[in-house]
C-alpha cells in the first residue's frame, strides 16, 4: 500500500472523512499507527520528570491519541452503517488488540500515580469548574477502570476486558448475520391486508437483495407493520418467531453461549474493584445511583403499565374472538389486534396517516424547530463525500457562523445495523488557548426505514428521526473546552433526555400543521385528523410500557445474578418473566440472544432502564414550555440549550435543575403514558 489516507491530513470540506478514498485495508495499519503514537504520547507524560499539573498531565492526556481516536471513529460508525465483510473481518482483529491498549492505558502505574496526586491536591489547585470536574472525573475513570488494584487485579482487568472485546464483537456480528440472512419471500396471495406502503417496502427489500417480487425482512420498520396489518396468521407468526430467535439458532452464529460468559466477566470485574454485582458498580455512577432505586422506579411503572396492559388486552380479545381465537390471544397478534382497535375507536388508519409523513419534511421539521429554539439552520453540501448513496450531508449554521456539520443516513440496508442511533465522526472541543485549533462537530443520524417512492412514515418512525435528532443536537450545540466532556460523554442515565424531550416538538400542533403534508396534494393534516393522533397517543401504552420494561428489568437481573456462568439463559428469561407476570401475549422489545444494548458493547449493561430514567426527565421538562403557554418559549428554549451545551462539565441533576428549577418528579411521565 503506497498511500494511505487513514494517515493523511484531511484536505476536504470541514475536515470530513475523504469516504471515496478509504477501503478496509487502509483501517489496520491506521490502527496499529496510531495505537503506537498514542502510546508514545502516554508514555511521555507518564515520563515527564516535572511534577504532575493539570497542564502536563489532564491536559496533555486530553490532547493524545487524536490519531487513534479520529480513525476509531470512522471505523465504527462505517463498520455499523456499511459493516461489510472485510469490515468485519477488520473489526474481529482490532477488537482485542484495541481493548489491550485502552486497558494498558487505564491501568498505567504511573500515570495514575499523576492523576491520583493532582486529585488528592484539587482543591489548591484553583481550577475552573470544567476543569476540576474533568479531573474528577478523569480520577474516577481510572479508579472505576481498576488503576488503584495491585499487580495481579490489574493484569487480570487487562484479560477480562481484551475478552469482552472479542465477545462483544461476535454477539453484535452475530445478529447482523441472522437480521440479514432471513427473509420471507411473499406471494400474491401472501399480500392479504398489507397497505401500499407495506407492499412497496417489501417490493424494495426484495430489489435490494437481488430478488424477485416482495420479501419481509428483520429490520424493525418492515416487521413492525407487516405485523400489524397481516391478515394471514399463519405469516405473522413465522415472521414473529424469526423476529425473537434472532441470535438463537444452534452454531456458529449462536449468541447464547456468549451471555453467561459476558456476565461473569463484568461480575468478576465489578467484584475486583469492590462491587458485589456488575449492577452495583454500573449505577454508582449514575442519576440513579443504585439498583435499588431503579428499582423503586420500575415497579412503580410496572404496576401501573402491566394495569393498563391488562385492560387493553381485553379490548383486544373482544375484536379478536370473533375470528376464532378463543380466550388467548397470541404475539403475532397483538398488533393486529390493536391496529383494528385503533382504527375503531379513535378513527385512525395507519394508511390515512402515513401520506402526511414524507421523510423529507419531517427531517426539514426537525431542522426547523432546532432553527426556532436554538437559531441553528442546515444547509445541504454536495461536496462533502459520504460513503453510501444514501447518506445527506449538511452544513450546520447559527447567526455567527460555522457550527458543524450533519449527516443523515436513513435507510435500512442489508448490511447495516438495525434499529437507530446517533454517533460522531469528531466531536466538538475548544482547547485553543491550550494551542490547540478548535474542533467542530461531525455528527450522523442513522435510522432503518423502509424505503418507498417517496418514503413515507408512520408517526412512531417520525418520532424515531425527532428522537435521533435530539441526540444530533446535543453533539452539535456542545460548546466544551475539553474533548472528554463534549457532547453525548455524560452519564448513561442522562443522555437520553435531550433525545426524548426532542420528540414532543414532533407532536407539536404548529409542527404538525406545517409539516404533516399530504405527499401528494401538499394539503396540511386536517386538525380532526391531529386531535385523534395526540388523543391516541396513550392508546397501547400499557402493551408499550410491558415491553420495554420487561427487558430493561431482565437486564437488572441478570447483572445481579450471584453465579452467572453456569446460566441457562433461556431458563432464566423464561423464570424471571414468570416472577414478573409478564402478560404471555406481549413479548419482550429484546430478547437476551439479540439485545444488542447489552451484549454487543456494554454501554447499556445494567443500564437499559436509563430510558425510562429519562422519560421521567424529558416529561417533566417539557412541561415547563407547558407552563411558559408556548412550545417555543424564548426562555425556556435558552435554559434547554444551555443543558445542551454543557456536555459534562456539570453533574447532570444540576443542570437539570438550572434548567427546570427544581427535580424531576414522575407525575408528567405517568400522565404522558396514560397509566393514571
Do not use: C
Not at 453484535?172 to 419471500?185: A, F, I, K, P, S
Not at 407468526?237 to 461473569?264: C, F, K, S, T, Y
Not at 401504552?541 to 437481573?557: K, N, R
Amino acid at each position: 500500500m503506497t498511500h494511505n489516507p487513514l494517515l493523511a491530513a484531511w484536505t476536504t470540506p470541514f475536515g470530513a472523512p475523504p469516504f471515496d478514498a478509504i477501503a478496509a485495508e487502509h483501517f489496520s495499519p491506521a490502527f496499529d499507527q496510531g495505537i503506537a503514537e498514542h502510546w508514545a504520547e502516554i508514555e511521555a507524560i507518564a515520563a515527564n520528570p516535572a511534577p504532575a499539573s493539570f497542564e502536563n498531565t489532564i491536559v496533555a492526556m486530553e490532547r493524545g491519541g487524536r490519531m487513534l481516536g479520529r480513525v476509531g471513529a470512522l471505523f465504527f460508525n462505517l463498520v455499523a452503517s456499511h459493516g461489510n465483510a472485510a469490515l468485519q473481518q477488520v473489526e474481529r482483529e482490532m477488537a482485542p488488540k484495541l481493548a489491550a491498549h485502552q486497558s494498558r492505558v487505564a491501568l498505567h502505574p504511573v500515570l495514575f500515580a499523576r492523576v491520583a496526586a493532582l486529585h488528592e491536591r484539587g482543591d489548591a489547585l484553583e481550577l475552573d469548574p470544567d476543569a476540576r470536574r474533568l479531573l474528577e472525573r478523569s480520577h474516577l475513570g481510572f479508579v472505576r477502570a481498576g488503576a488503584a488494584l495491585d499487580d495481579a487485579g490489574r493484569i487480570r482487568m487487562a484479560a477480562i476486558n481484551t475478552r469482552l472485546a472479542t465477545l462483544h464483537t461476535d454477539f453484535g456480528q452475530n445478529v447482523l448475520h441472522d437480521e440479514r440472512e432471513w427473509t420471507m419471500v411473499l406471494s400474491a396471495g401472501d399480500l392479504a391486508g398489507l397497505p401500499d406502503f407495506v407492499v412497496q417496502g417489501a417490493r424494495q427489500a426484495a430489489a435490494e437483495r437481488w430478488l424477485d417480487g416482495h420479501v419481509i425482512t428483520l429490520s424493525r420498520s418492515l416487521i413492525e407493520p407487516f405485523l400489524a396489518f397481516s391478515s394471514r396468521r399463519d405469516l405473522r407468526q413465522a415472521a414473529w418467531r424469526a423476529w425473537v430467535a434472532r441470535g438463537m439458532h444452534a452454531g456458529a452464529h449462536d449468541n447464547r453461549p456468549l451471555i453467561p460468559e459476558i456476565l461473569a466477566l463484568r461480575r468478576e470485574r465489578a467484584r475486583l474493584l469492590g462491587f458485589a454485582h456488575f449492577a452495583d458498580f454500573r449505577l454508582a455512577d449514575s442519576m440513579a445511583g443504585s439498583p435499588e432505586a431503579v428499582a423503586r422506579l420500575t415497579d412503580e411503572v410496572w404496576a401501573a403499565g402491566r394495569r393498563r396492559a391488562g385492560e387493553e388486552a381485553a379490548r383486544l380479545l373482544a375484536v379478536a374472538r370473533p375470528d376464532g381465537l378463543g380466550d388467548r390471544l397470541e404475539p403475532w397478534d397483538w398488533r393486529f389486534y390493536a391496529e383494528r382497535v385503533r382504527q375503531s375507536e379513535y378513527d385512525l388508519d395507519e394508511t390515512l396517516i402515513k401520506p402526511y409523513f414524507e421523510l423529507g419534511r419531517i427531517q426539514q421539521a426537525a431542522f426547523d424547530t432546532a432553527g426556532r429554539l436554538f437559531g441553528l439552520s442546515f444547509h445541504p453540501r454536495e461536496d462533502v463525500a459520504v460513503y453510501h448513496p444514501d447518506v445527506r450531508a449538511y452544513e450546520v449554521r447559527d447567526a455567527d457562523g460555522h457550527v458543524g456539520l450533519f449527516l443523515a443516513d436513513h435507510f435500512a440496508r442489508p448490511d447495516k445495523r438495525s434499529g437507530a442511533w446517533m454517533s460522531s465522526f469528531r466531536s466538538q472541543e475548544d482547547m485553543r488557548h491550550h494551542g490547540e485549533e478548535a474542533a467542530a462537530p461531525i455528527i450522523i443520524n442513522n435510522n432503518n426505514f423502509a424505503r418507498g417512492t417517496p418514503t413515507l412514515l408512520s408517526f412512531d418512525d417520525a418520532s424515531t428521526l425527532f428522537h435521533e435528532f435530539g441526540h444530533a443536537l446535543h453533539g452539535l450545540l456542545s460548546r466544551v473546552r475539553y474533548p472528554s466532556q463534549s457532547g453525548t460523554s455524560v452519564r448513561r442515565d442522562f443522555v437520553e433526555f435531550p433525545s426524548q424531550v426532542y420528540e414532543h416538538w414532533l407532536e407539536a400542533p404548529q409542527t404538525l400543521r406545517e409539516y404533516a403534508r399530504h405527499h401528494e396534494t401538499g394539503e396540511a393534516i386536517p386538525d380532526d385528523l391531529i386531535a385523534r393522533l395526540l388523543a391516541a397517543r396513550t392508546f397501547n401504552q400499557g402493551f408499550a410500557t410491558v415491553e420495554f420494561l420487561a427487558s430493561a428489568i431482565l437486564d437488572m437481573e441478570l447483572h445481579l445474578h450471584p453465579a452467572p456462568e453456569g446460566l441457562d439463559v433461556e431458563v432464566f428469561e423464561a423464570e424471571a418473566l414468570a416472577r414478573l407476570g409478564m402478560p404471555a401475549e406481549i413479548g419482550m422489545r429484546h430478547r437476551p440472544a439479540h439485545f444488542q444494548h447489552l451484549f454487543s458493547g456494554g454501554g447499556y449493561a445494567a443500564g437499559y432502564y436509563s430510558y425510562l430514567w429519562a422519560e421521567v426527565l424529558d416529561a417533566d421538562g417539557f412541561d415547563a414550555f407547558g407552563e411558559a403557554g408556548d412550545p417555543f418559549d424564548p426562555a425556556t428554549a435558552a435554559r434547554l440549550k444551555r443543558v445542551l451545551q454543557a456536555g459534562d462539565t456539570r453533574d447532570p441533576m444540576e443542570l437539570y435543575v438550572a434548567f427546570r428549577g427544581r427535580a424531576p418528579g414522575t407525575a408528567a411521565l405517568l400522565r404522558m403514558r396514560g397509566l393514571v
